[in-house]
């Protein structure tokens, strides 16, 4: 029990390493300061920076995609006729994200995943192959099942859209405070769950009356 408490102390502290200076600028040096540790420890543990920082993706995505599998098969078994609402969907994708800014590793986590996701890296690369494409799919094929009527291109554009403003949103910075002079609270996990949902249903089916104008416009175009 105490080599299991030792090992998630030292992911929580490189956690934290990792959120404030990136993949680069961290070093085993700094998280063992951070832990409090040996650094032999950590090498112990967790062998090299780079399983280290699996360690800890593997770790925070195990989490929110275990509660958005769930959540998400509960929408089909509970829909009637077997299709629930494009609502109910997405919000089994967007409130695990953005409930896990409850929490301070929420916070931490969502400044890496943020760097991740916009990193053309192999390592990124490979990470998010790993721990997301697997949700991304079964999301993809649910979107396809409530929105048949949307041209399968369009729905991979709207997933990577949405998943890009969940995980801008996760990340507290405290920006929408300052812009709107104290009247918002990015604390407020509601406001911003539904306001994400609306947002989202409406861009994919916005997508769908985009995906017809541009076959409209094909057609008005002179083979000349």
């Known amino acids: 029990m105490a080599v299991t408490r030792a090992k998630d102390s030292i992911l929580d502290a490189a956690e934290r390493i990792f959120a404030q200076h990136g993949y680069s600028g961290t070093s085993m040096r ?9 650094q032999a420890l950590i090498h112990y543990h967790c062998k090299t920076k780079e399983n280290l920082f699996e360690l800890i993706i593997e770790r925070r ?9 769930q959540e998400l098969k509960q929408c089909f078994d509970e829909a009637k006729g077997g299709i629930p609402t494009l609502e109910d969907v997405l919000q089994s994708f967007i409130r695990p994200a953005i409930e ?3 929490y301070s590793w929420g916070r931490e986590f969502s400044q890496i995943l943020a760097k991740l996701a916009n990193s053309d890296d192999n390592r990124s690369r490979d990470l998010v192959h790993k721990y997301y494409d697997p949700i991304a799919r079964e ?10 009527e949307l041209p399968e291109a369009e729905v991979y ?3 990577l859209i949405t998943t890009s403003a969940v995980v801008s949103s996760m990340a507290r910075t405290g920006r929408i405070n300052r812009l709107s002079a104290g009247m918002l609270d990015e604390d407020s996990n509601e406001q911003m769950i539904v306001r994400l949902i609306q947002f989202a249903a409406n861009g994919l089916r916005g997508l769908s009356a985009l995906a017809g104008l541009n076959v409209e416009s094909q057609k008005t175009v002179s083979p000349l």
Do not use: F, M
């Open 157 to 159: 554009w709207g997933y």
């Open 139 to 148: 999301y993809i094929e649910a979107l396809k099942r409530v929105l048949p």
């Open 30 to 38: 700094l998280i063992a300061e951070e832990a409090g540790v040996a």
């Open 61 to 69: 995505s195990t989490i929110i995609n275990r509660i958005r599998r």
């Open 100 to 102: 896990s800014g409850r």
